[in-house]
């Protein structure tokens, strides 16, 4: 994930919807075990009815009549509601009318204890007593004679219990789903308020690198002032030191000018002998070489990332009417086909270097036209230079090296090329020679990134 946002949305999302089924794991558990409290309770109540409404029998056997029984649920079959009493050995010795199947296995707790028990498809609760018989009657913990052990028992379907937990589980789930939609929203719109500084600032450098604006000139939030400074520093530093650069070059240049100029005029000198005029010509005209073509190299600019952008269309046009001035006696036609609104991250000077020395190789060749196209795409420029001369020799990527020529009796081919391979490797590009599709002549094809 490349967006910043996407990953803190992605994030935060995965930490509320854990955190969602943690609340809901959570309030599902407490609920059940608050139901199942309020079930063992309220069996625990309807035990002590029924010891209430309790009696003895003929026999000093605990009974109770079917008029006395608390609950009318317990008088109808099939109610889901039971109740039992067993004596000591664990035989059931009463039952009320409500019950109709098999008796379940259920624990006898000690005297004055309960149990829950949570069966298949009911809840029982036991309770353990002991009652005497004093003369018919019947009384709780009698210390009297002829003590006998029970054991309560009343039993209830799960079908209410489980129809509230269901009708719970459903509530819940829909609003923690309801509250995790509207978190999310909610999320959102604060990521987007809090990356907005992001995005302005993003907008901001691609005014600088289009040329509407030559600096970050927004207030940001505390973490990001430091950044915007430190880009307006940073561009700052780099238009300044490339004007140095510029001025120290041209200083350079006026510091050569006049030794060579010297030297020059003392080999064009008649008054000196032919040996001695010999022997200057090739250094000087060496030195001369060497010293146009490292300022050239020192003075281009290269790719800079928040360069003003150069419209490529002037300057292709206006190369291409001095050069048809040069070349007048062939009648050159010149095809610049460039859009209007292509332009490029680079140094004007560069491209002005680049193309001239391109458009001024084809048009030595040409015959009669010579066609330029520039296309970009992904931030990658693609420059073609077609003529309809002759074309490269097989051996084309040799002029790729300073001072080759493709013919002795055109000079500056090589060099022309060699500088502009040069100035193309400082934009990470590359050039290519080969053949021209529709002109039939020489094709160089250049890409820059930009």
């Given at each position: 994930m490349k967006s910043l946002r996407t990953r803190l949305l992605v994030v935060a999302t995965l930490v509320l919807m854990g955190f969602m089924l943690l609340c809901g794991a959570g309030l599902d558990q407490a609920f059940r075990g608050s139901a199942l409290q309020a079930q063992r309770d309220k069996q625990q109540g309807m035990i002590f009815a029924l010891l209430g409404a309790a009696d003895s029998n003929d026999r000093d056997q605990l009974t109770i009549s079917v008029g006395a029984l608390p609950d009318p649920r317990l008088t109808r079959v099939q109610s889901g509601l039971e109740a039992l009493i067993f004596n000591a050995s664990g035989k059931v010795i009463w039952r009320s009318p409500s019950f109709a199947g098999k008796v379940p296995e259920l624990l006898a707790p000690d005297v004055g204890a309960s149990l829950f028990t949570e069966l298949d498809d009911r809840f029982a609760s036991t309770y353990g007593i002991r009652w005497v018989s004093d003369n018919g009657g019947l009384r709780l913990f009698s210390a009297k004679p002829k003590p006998q052990r029970y054991t309560v028992a009343v039993m209830e379907d799960k079908?209410?219990?489980?129809?509230?937990?269901?009708?719970?589980?459903?509530?819940?789930?829909?609003?923690?789903?309801?509250?995790?939609?509207?978190?999310?929203?909610?999320?959102?719109?604060?990521?987007?308020?809090?990356?907005?500084?992001?995005?302005?600032?993003?907008?901001?450098?691609?005014?600088?690198?289009?040329?509407?604006?030559?600096?970050?000139?927004?207030?940001?939030?505390?973490?990001?002032?430091?950044?915007?400074?430190?880009?307006?520093?940073?561009?700052?530093?780099?238009?300044?030191?490339?004007?140095?650069?510029?001025?120290?070059?041209?200083d350079l240049a006026h510091s050569l000018k006049t030794p060579l100029a010297v030297l020059r005029g003392l080999v064009d000198d008649r008054t000196l002998a032919t040996d001695a005029r010999d022997k200057l010509r090739d250094p000087v005209d060496r030195m001369q070489e060497i010293t146009n073509h490292q300022l050239r190299k020192a003075a281009a600019a290269g790719r800079r990332t928040l360069a003003e952008p150069v419209a490529i269309k002037p300057l292709a046009d206006k190369i291409a009417g001095a050069l048809a001035k040069v070349y007048a006696a062939k009648s050159l036609r010149f095809t610049i086909d460039v859009p209007d609104l292509l332009r490029v991250r680079a140094d004007e000077g560069d491209l002005y270097e680049l193309l001239g020395n391109l458009l001024d190789n084809a048009s030595k060749f040409a015959r009669t036209e010579v066609r330029l196209t520039a296309t970009i795409q992904q931030r990658m420029l693609t420059l073609l230079i077609d003529d309809d001369?002759?074309?490269?020799?097989?051996?084309?990527?040799?002029?790729?090296?300073?001072?080759?020529?493709?013919?002795?009796?055109?000079?500056?081919?090589?060099?022309?090329?060699?500088?502009?391979?040069?100035?193309?490797?400082?934009?990470?590009?590359?050039?290519a020679l080969g053949k021209a599709e529709l002109l039939g002549g020489a094709r160089v094809t250049v890409t820059l990134s930009v």
């Open positions: 079908n209410d219990y489980n129809v509230q937990l269901h009708a719970f589980r459903n509530l819940l789930w829909i609003w923690l789903g309801g509250a995790s939609l509207a978190l999310i929203l909610v999320q959102m719109l604060v990521l987007g308020w809090g990356l907005s500084p992001l995005r302005k600032l993003v907008r901001e450098l691609r005014g600088v690198e289009s040329g509407q604006q030559s600096r970050i000139d927004a207030v940001y939030p505390t973490e990001l002032t430091p950044l915007a400074e430190g880009l307006n520093t940073m561009i700052a530093a780099e238009r300044n030191q490339q004007q140095r650069y510029r001025n120290a070059l041209d001369g002759p074309g490269f020799p097989d051996d084309a990527d040799k002029l790729l090296s300073r001072g080759v020529r493709a013919d002795s009796l055109t000079p500056g081919q090589g060099i022309g090329l060699g500088a502009a391979a040069e100035l193309v490797k400082l934009y990470d590009g590359g050039i």
